[in-house]
């Protein structure tokens, strides 16, 4: 099963972290952010 997940402050910190995680697994992301 493909997972979908948002993650909120993407673009540094725990969230870009997070986000890698997630994609590393195979999940389809939402990236919210408020740099690039």
């Known amino acids: 099963m493909t997972r979908?997940?948002?993650?909120?402050g993407a673009s540094?910190?725990?969230g870009r972290a997070v986000?890698?995680?997630y994609a590393a697994r195979g999940?389809?992301?939402a990236l919210?952010?408020?740099g690039e």
């Open 32 to 34: 919210l952010a408020r």
């Open 27 to 29: 999940a389809r992301l």
């Open 4 to 8: 979908t997940v948002v993650v909120t």
């Open 19 to 21: 986000a890698h995680a």
């Open 12 to 14: 540094a910190g725990v």
